[in-house]
């Protein structure tokens, strides 16, 4: 069974940074299109970043355009979200995601593979 678990999640101040780690196991971690999502309270799970199995390809929501850098390791079996120049409107619980197949934006549906979350708060 493949498990995703997330880390480095904290309370940051408004411009700060964070680097948020998602570790792999049970599975062919360099196969994976792998995505991360972020949720705030009473909103909708929202498409952040995503990357091909490979790591060449990125995409970005505009929210995060500039701001955030996803990467990966597949010798680690780690997705990384580098995320810089932090804002409130950030504060969310923060998931990876997988999926085997190609990289498909936006759809949190379509990921077959899901982390717990980690929290990153901003504060103002």
């Known amino acids: 069974q493949v498990q995703l678990a997330e880390s480095g999640g904290g309370l940051v101040q408004d411009g700060g940074s964070l680097r948020l780690s998602c570790a792999a196991s049970g599975g062919k971690f360099d196969t994976f299109a792998m995505s991360w999502f972020r949720q705030a309270p009473g909103k909708e799970r929202e498409f952040v970043s995503a990357?091909?199995?490979?790591?060449?390809?990125?995409y970005y929501a505009d929210s995060v355009k500039g701001r955030f850098t996803i990467s990966r390791d597949n010798a680690k079996n780690t997705l990384y979200l580098q995320m810089n120049s932090l804002r409130s409107e950030d504060t969310a619980v923060y998931y990876c995601?997988?999926?085997?197949?190609?990289?498909?934006?936006?759809?949190?549906?379509?990921?077959?593979?899901w982390g717990q979350g980690t929290q990153v708060t901003v504060s103002s």
């Open positions: 990357i091909n199995w490979r790591g060449e390809n990125t």
């Open positions: 995601a997988g999926r085997i197949g190609r990289t498909i934006v936006g759809s949190p549906g379509s990921y077959e593979y």
